[in-house]
């Protein structure tokens, strides 16, 4: 459903973890101005994280979502 999991961890107890991430960000406006964009710009969005605890049969025991305000940094002096 979800495909290959992006990352792959046992508990302590042996039992499997498996995380799920995704990103959408887009410019924000100051990226689009063209001599500025280039010095340093920004791009805002959200992140979603699957978390996903399987049982000793590979039976899903938990499962968590969580969602989070993301910023990243583009352009020349933002490296």
Avoid at 2 to 29: C, H, M, Q, R
Avoid at 46 to 75: C, N, P, Q, R, W
Wanted: proline share 3%.
């Amino acid at each position: 459903m979800f495909g290959e999991p992006n990352s792959t961890s046992f508990t302590g107890n042996g039992l499997e973890i498996w995380k799920y991430d995704f990103e959408k960000v887009s410019a924000d406006a100051i990226s689009y101005i063209p001599i500025i964009s280039s010095f340093g710009g920004t791009a805002s969005g959200t992140k979603k994280e699957l978390t996903i605890l399987f049982d000793e049969h590979m039976v899903v025991k938990k499962a968590k979502m969580s969602e989070a305000a993301v910023k990243h940094k583009t352009g020349l002096f933002n490296q």
